[in-house]
C-alpha cells in the first residue's frame, strides 16, 4: 500500500466520521449515529474480506479478481498480480526442470538419482535399456536389490567410489556396463552408468592376443633351449670358441621363458575377477618354503634372510597364486640388496585384517617411481634390471593377485636404505579355521 492509500483510507474514515457526527447532530442520537456508521463500514468491509476469501480458495487458474472498491480493490489487485509474478516464475522453473530431464533423458549414458539409504528415485531412459529398471514399478527400490551382482552389492556398500566399477549388465550378460557414483546433498547418490562393451572387447582382444602369441612362443623355445642346452653339454666336442656365445644364447632363452610364464600368469590372473580357489591357504608354511628358496637363491651372497611369522593366521584364496605374489616380493628382496644385506619377512594379523611385510636393506626406490611400480615392464633403472635377469613384470602379478584376494601394496622407500613391501589383506579375507 503506498502513502496515497494512507491518505485515502484515513480521508475515508475521517468523511465517515464526519458523516456520523452529522447524523447524529440531526438526531440528536450521537452514540447511536457513531456505532450504526462503523457497524455499516464493519458489515461492508466483511463482506469484502469474505470475497476475497472465496475467490482465493475457488478461482481458476487464470480466473480475474472480482471488482473491488477502493482499498479492497487494490488488495484484489495486488493478490492477483503477485499470484500472476509467481505462476511466471513457476513456469520458468518448471522449463528448466523439463529441459535438464529431456536431455538427461536423451543422454545414452544411464543417470539415476538414488535418496541416501540407496532407494531409487529418479533414473532416465538409458537406465532401463543398461540396468533393465521398470519406469514406474521400481521407484523406491533399493538399487542392490535391482542390480544384483555380488560386486556392485560390495562396491555400493563399501562407500569408497574413487575408482569406477565394471560389471556385466544385469540384463544382457554380453553388455559391459561402468558404474561411477558420487556423492551429493544430503549423503544422495548420483549414479553415472556407461556402456563400456566395446572398449572391455578391444581390452579382451589385447589380452587374449598377448595370451595367445606367448602360448605360441613356448613351444620353438622349449625346442631351441633344449638343443641350446644340448650343444652347451658337448661345446668341446663342437668348436670351444662357442662357448660363451651358447652360453649367452641359453641364459637369454631361459630370460624369454620366465618372460612368456609371466605373461601367461598375467594373463590368467586378468581373466577372470576371483581367485581361482577359495580354500584356508597356511601362511606361515608357505613363507618358510618361501624363506628356504630365497637362501638357495641368494646362495653365496651372505644375505639374512629372517622370518617372523604369526602361526595359525591363514588366508582365503589360491595358494599358487599368494605363492607367486609373496615369493615375488621376496625374490626381489634377494635380487636388488646387495651382498650381506638384510632381508625381514613378517606375516601378522591385528584388527585391520593381516599383512605381509617384505623389508630390504637394499638400494632403495626414489619416490617418484613408487606409484608407477607396479606397471608392466616398469623399471627404476634398466641397467639394475637387466643385472638381474627381471622380466619387469613381478610387481604387475603381485598387484593382480593382491586384487584378487581384496588385498591392496603398500611401497615405502628411503633411497639408499631400503625398501619396504607391505601387503594388506582385510579380516574379511582372513581364514578363520587353519587348515
Ligand atoms: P623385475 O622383474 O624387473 O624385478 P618387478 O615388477 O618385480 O620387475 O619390479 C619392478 C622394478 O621395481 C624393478 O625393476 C626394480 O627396479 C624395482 N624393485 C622391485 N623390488 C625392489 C626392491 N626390493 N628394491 C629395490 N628396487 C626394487
Known amino acids: 500500500m503506498n502513502q496515497n492509500w494512507h491518505a485515502t483510507l484515513i480521508r475515508h474514515l475521517l468523511l465517515l466520521i464526519t458523516l456520523c457526527l452529522l447524523g447524529g447532530l440531526i438526531s440528536g442520537h450521537y452514540g447511536w449515529s457513531l456505532t450504526v456508521g462503523l457497524a455499516l463500514y464493519l458489515g461492508w468491509t466483511l463482506k469484502q474480506l469474505l470475497r476475497l476469501h472465496d475467490w482465493l480458495s475457488h478461482h481458476k487458474p487464470d480466473e480475474a479478481p472480482p471488482d473491488g472498491y477502493g482499498l479492497w480493490g487494490e488488495v484484489f489487485d495486488s ?26 533423458a536423451a543422454l545414452r549414458d544411464a543417470v ?9 528415485e529418479w533414473w532416465n531412459r538409458a537406465a532401463e535399456t543398461l540396468l533393465g529398471l521398470k519406469t514406474p514399478q521400481d521407484g ?13 552389492k560390495e562396491y555400493f556398500e563399501a562407500e569408497n567410489y574413487a575408482e569406477p566399477l565394471e560389471i556385466p549388465s544385469p540384463i544382457n550378460d554380453r553388455l559391459r556396463i561402468q558404474l561411477n557414483i558420487t556423492r551429493y546433498g544430503n549423503n544422495e547418490h548420483l549414479m553415472l552408468v556407461r556402456d563400456v562393451t566395446r572398449i572391455h572387447q578391444l581390452e579382451q582382444m589385447r589380452k587374449d592376443f598377448v595370451a595367445n602369441v606367448s602360448h605360441e612362443l613356448r613351444t620353438p623355445l622349449t625346442v631351441i633351449a ?26 637369454q632363452g631361459s630370460r624369454m621363458q620366465a618372460l612368456l610364464n609371466d605373461l601367461l600368469l598375467l594373463a590368467k590372473l586378468e581373466a577372470t575377477d576371483y581367485p ?33 611369522a604369526q602361526p595359525g593366521v591363514s588366508l582365503k584364496g589360491s595358494e599358487s597364486e ?33 599383512h605381509l611385510s617384505v623389508q ?76
Open 112 to 120: 539415476i538419482m538414488l535418496d541416501s539409504d540407496g532407494n531409487l
Open 360 to 435: 630390504d636393506t637394499g638400494p632403495g626406490i626414489e619416490a617418484k617411481h613408487l606409484p608407477r611400480l607396479t606397471e608392466r615392464f616398469y623399471r627404476v633403472d634398466s641397467s639394475r634390471a637387466s643385472n638381474t635377469g627381471g622380466t619387469g613384470l613381478g610387481l604387475a602379478i603381485v598387484k593382480h593377485v593382491l586384487l584378487r584376494h581384496r588385498g591392496r601394496l603398500e611401497i615405502s622407500s628411503v633411497l639408499g636404505h631400503g625398501s619396504t613391501f607391505t601387503c594388506h589383506f582385510p579380516a574379511s579375507q582372513v581364514a578363520t579355521r587353519a587348515r
Open 140 to 152: 523406491g527400490q533399493a538399487v542392490t536389490n535391482l542390480v544384483r551382482h555380488p560386486r556392485f
Open 79 to 104: 493478490i492477483y498480480h503477485l499470484q500472476r509474478r509467481d505462476q511466471r516464475v513457476r513456469g520458468r522453473l518448471q522449463a528448466v526442470i523439463d529441459r535438464v530431464q529431456e536431455s538427461t
Open 226 to 251: 633344449g638343443y641350446l642346452e644340448t650343444l652347451l653339454d658337448n661345446v668341446d666336442e663342437v668348436n670351444p670358441r662357442w662357448a660363451r656365445a651358447l652360453q649367452q644364447m641359453s641364459q
Open 276 to 308: 581361482s580357489d577359495n580354500q584356508p591357504v597356511p601362511v606361515e608354511a608357505m613363507l618358510k618354503t618361501i624363506q628356504a628358496d630365497a637362501l638357495a637363491l641368494s646362495g653365496p651372497r651372505q644375505q639374512r634372510i629372517s622370518l617372523e
Open 322 to 354: 599368494l605363492r607367486s605374489a609373496f615369493s615375488n616380493l621376496v625374490f626381489n628382496a634377494v635380487k636388488y640388496t646387495q651382498d650381506a644385506g638384510d632381508i625381514r619377512i613378517r606375516w601378522w594379523r591385528d584388527e585391520h585384517g593381516a
